[in-house]
């Protein structure tokens, strides 16, 4: 599977039935003069529609058929403008004011396209084409939804654009203006939000699956920008040309933060970053044009960064973890590990660096002469942790040779990927040895999107993944249920997987999980009661908090939180990497993170596509467009502290070096 994420996405795909809606800067009654009435039998725009506190519902009905090619201009398509009135800034301070858009229809065959877009430079706010067919009571819907921020200026004019395609019996659109209460589906975690897109000083900047790290006295958190950054330049105008990461930094504890752009011209697809006991702070930027890892590092806690050699040309998704030495001098004698995903053969490899980042040597991750053959063409990489006496740990997912073979999958190639492994490097042999985590029901994935690894203070291994079955589609759907497994015995042997999230909740992914004391660990992730998690456009996600100190249990207790009272996400998530469809499902990516400070507090980092952020569609200097936002939400007074009072290294990595 291939997972890279910093890709900038794509408009509607030709040939499909989408609507979408564009803010228009020019005056609505022009815009609705030429126009037949809803319901005409060809393309048309349809007469302006207004909602308002006082009247926050209007209706329309599309077009019964379309004629012509896919919409190339505004006249070949359904048109319907719609005006915000009296929304305020004193009506939005007292109120959580969200903007939903949706269609319906009725024939199964159709399918459509949800489409937020600004007018004024073609950049959309927000996209919706989850999947309608391949559960026959899924709901025939697209739905959007903007959550309108009181403090931020933005447009009150906006238009409906349906795109031609696949339409027989026509649809229904409806805007609704919703003041939207929180919802608490369990109690408070009592976590202090920032939205660090908005709080930072500096450009305003955002993106999803965020990787947090600790310093001694620093707290870093990078995104990736979209590959290559320099695409999204304006070089033209006399802009520096963009880079790679996106990279927010807390001097204070995180009560202040900057933001700034960091990394490679060619980089964007994925980061990572991490912090030694002597202040170095690596940060990896994955290009995919060459395929190549980039590697900066500060020593300076993150003032400046500088280029180390790149390496490797055939590198996804990266992980990084760092540990010092008994009887190291400084961050130059720094151990580096970095895990990869292969491209041309999917396979994951191992690379070491002994100096603090100056020189690579890298290897194969995979030993076992039949999980090669289960591994070839489709793996997923997961991340990497330390033991105390320097071994490194690290996950990846396989299918069977049989499964991939299949002629049937969605992807050719890919089967279903079910079966975790464990690679277990010796440092004192430079060997990689295969241990199976865990073997799961063929058709099952295990894959929503990475299996996440964390260590505690004892050295017990904790693994954490997401698991669905297959549908009629053979697709991943949901439900997604959330599992964990330890071992005890340096990832040799493993537990019979529990499921640790709550029933309520239906679907749960972009986990993370970090451990503390013995037993102790703290998982955090996005989870919607909707059933499923690539059909359902109405899906609200928010993000949950777990502890377990009795995690080496065979029966483990959970205490489950809420960080967030409002969703971080409304719609489809999809988690097929670089399979997704063409809007913005993607939007959060791959994960989010959590790891502990210095008082034992858990820090979670995640992306936010569910507010209305103009600059980061107009101003935004990267050129992802798609108006994510990066979180950053920190434990109060309440749950347990599960830690050990170290902090620094990478999430799930517990501090044994120093």
């Given amino acids: 599977m291939t997972a890279a994420s910093g890709l900038s996405p794509a408009r509607s795909a030709p040939g499909r039935a989408g609507i979408a809606i564009s803010c228009l800067a020019g005056a609505l009654a022009a815009l609705g003069a030429a126009l037949a009435l809803p319901g005409s039998a060809s393309a048309a725009t349809l007469k ?52 939903h858009v949706s269609i319906s229809w009725k024939d199964h065959s159709d399918t459509y396209t949800l489409e937020l877009d600004k007018a004024s430079d073609g950049s959309y706010i927000r996209s919706s084409e989850a999947a309608t067919d391949a559960l026959p009571k899924n709901p025939l819907v697209q739905s959007v939804g903007i959550h309108l ?34 919802r608490w589906l369990y109690p408070r ?58 990279y927010f930094r807390s001097l204070d504890g995180g009560r202040h933060w900057t933001a700034g752009n960091i990394g490679s011209e060619l980089g964007g697809g994925d980061s990572d970053v991490v912090v030694d006991p002597d202040r170095g702070t690596y940060v990896e930027d994955l290009a995919l044009a060459p395929s190549t890892i980039f590697l900066f590092k500060s020593v300076d806690q993150g003032s400046v ?94 299918s069977t040779a049989a499964e991939n073979a299949d002629p049937n999958n969605p992807s050719p190639g890919t089967g279903p990927l079910h079966n975790l492994y464990l690679g277990h490097y010796n440092a004192r042999t430079g060997t990689i040895t295969d241990h199976l985590v865990y073997r799961g029901k063929e058709g099952h994935w295990i894959t929503g999107l990475f299996p996440v690894l964390a260590i505690d203070s004892a050295g017990n291994l904790y693994a954490s993944w997401p698991e669905s079955p297959s549908d009629a589609a053979r697709h991943a759907s949901g439900p997604w249920k959330l599992k964990l497994s330890h071992s005890t015995d340096g990832g040799r042997h493993w537990s019979a997987p529990v499921v640790m999230n709550p029933p309520k909740l239906r679907n749960n992914l972009l986990n993370w999980i970090t451990a503390g004391g013995r037993g102790k660990v703290d998982i955090i992730w996005a989870g919607t009661t909707a059933r499923s998690n690539e059909y359902d456009a109405r899906a609200r996600w928010r993000m949950f908090f777990a502890q377990s100190t009795d995690a080496l249990s065979s029966s483990p207790h959970f205490t489950y939180r809420q960080i967030t009272p409002h969703p971080i996400r409304y719609g489809n998530v999809c988690v097929l990497g670089l399979f997704c469809p063409a809007d913005d499902s993607r939007s959060l990516l791959d994960f989010a993170q959590v790891e502990l400070d210095s008082r034992c507090r858990a820090n979670v980092v995640f992306g936010n596509n569910a507010r209305y952020i103009p600059a980061l569609l107009r101003r935004n200097q990267i050129f992802r467009g798609d108006g994510t936002a990066t979180d950053f939400a920190r434990q109060g007074s309440r749950g347990a502290r599960i830690c050990h009072g170290g902090g620094q290294g990478g999430a799930g990595s517990y501090d044994f070096g120093g």
């Fill in 48 to 99: 302006p529609l207004t909602v308002s506190p006082a009247h926050p519902v209007a209706r329309w009905h599309g077009s019964k058929s379309f004629s012509g090619e896919p919409c190339a201009s505004d006249s070949a398509c359904d048109t319907q403008p719609f005006e915000l009135k009296g929304v305020t800034r004193r009506w939005l301070r007292h109120h959580y004011g969200v903007l």
């Fill in 149 to 182: 921020m009181a403090k931020l200026k933005f447009t009150r004019s906006f238009s409906a654009l349906v795109v031609p395609g696949q339409s027989h019996g026509g649809y229904r659109g409806k805007i609704r203006l919703a003041d939207e209460r929180a």
């Fill in 305 to 398: 960064f500088s280029p180390e050699p790149p390496f490797n040309a055939d590198a996804d998704r990266e992980w990084l973890a760092t540990y010092m030495p008994s009887g190291a001098q400084d961050t130059s004698e720094a151990v580096l590990y970095t895990v990869y995903h292969g491209l041309a053969n999917q396979e994951p490899f191992l690379c070491l660096s002994t100096n603090g980042g100056t020189t690579n040597v890298c290897q194969p991750g995979i030993t076992d002469p039949q999980v090669q053959v289960d591994a070839t063409g489709n793996t997923d990489q997961g991340n990497v942790v330390v033991e105390k006496d320097g071994d490194a740990d690290f996950l990846f997912a396989t």
């Fill in 189 to 246: 975690a009592g976590f202090r939000l920032r939205d660090l897109s908005l709080a930072s000083q500096g450009p305003t900047l955002g993106a999803g699956e965020p990787s947090i790290a600790f310093g001694p006295t620093t707290i870093n958190v990078t995104a990736p920008a979209s590959t290559p950054a320099v695409a999204g330049s304006r070089v033209h105008e006399g802009v520096e040309p963009e880079r790679g990461v996106i």
